[in-house]
């Protein structure tokens, strides 16, 4: 069955050009794909509105997050399904000069790496800022799947997924051999 694909990206206000381009370049490559956007200033609410909306929709066996400044080729995503994987994210760096990656390889760690592994591997936390994951894991995880957590706790909404989706017996896959660009006042 030829995987059929929603696009969600969720905003606090706008989405880059690049992006927008980056979207475009998946729909031309796949003309079945479908894009949500959802902006408020919650992002971890557009994201649960996402989920909804897709499995209200129906039919999707992908959902694909990302994030309004992003940017990267279509052959992300194809790579990204190729694996096969529930859960699977691109590693991305941070909007800024440090070059730390946007995961936490172990329950430990700050979501600052600064080193990762050069091949397909699994960690505590990925960025949900380009991250593919099947319908099904929401079926199986109840909500709320992106949430800041409680007061005493707070966290990222993607770490908060992650540590979930873990607690139901799914792996956090990050394919490093995608190349993602965090649109900030340079590409980083």
Known sequence: ????????????????????????????RDPTIAIQIKQGCYVHKNREEIVVDAQKMGGFTHLFFVDSDQCFSADVLERL?????????????????????????????????????????????????????????????????????????????????CKKAQEYGYKIWVDPSVEISHIGEYLF
């Not at 990206?9 to 880059?16: G, K, L, M």
């Not at 593919?132 to 109840?142: A, C, G, N, R, T």
């Not at 949430?147 to 997924?161: N, V």
């Open 81 to 161: 399904l190729s694996r096969e994987a529930d859960i699977i994210a691109a590693p991305y760096k941070y909007r800024n000069e440090s070059g730390d990656w946007v995961l936490c390889l172990t329950e430990k760690s700050n979501a600052h790496e600064k080193e990762i592994p050069d091949k397909l591997f699994t960690a505590y936390a990925a960025g949900t800022g380009c991250m593919l994951i099947k319908m099904s894991v929401f079926d199986k995880i109840p909500r709320p799947w992106f949430t800041l957590g409680p007061p005493e706790m707070q966290t990222g909404e993607d770490i908060f997924f």
């Open 1 to 28: 069955m030829k995987p059929r694909i929603c696009v969600g990206v969720p905003t606090a206000d706008f989405i880059r050009t690049k992006t927008v381009a980056t979207l475009c370049s998946l729909v031309k």
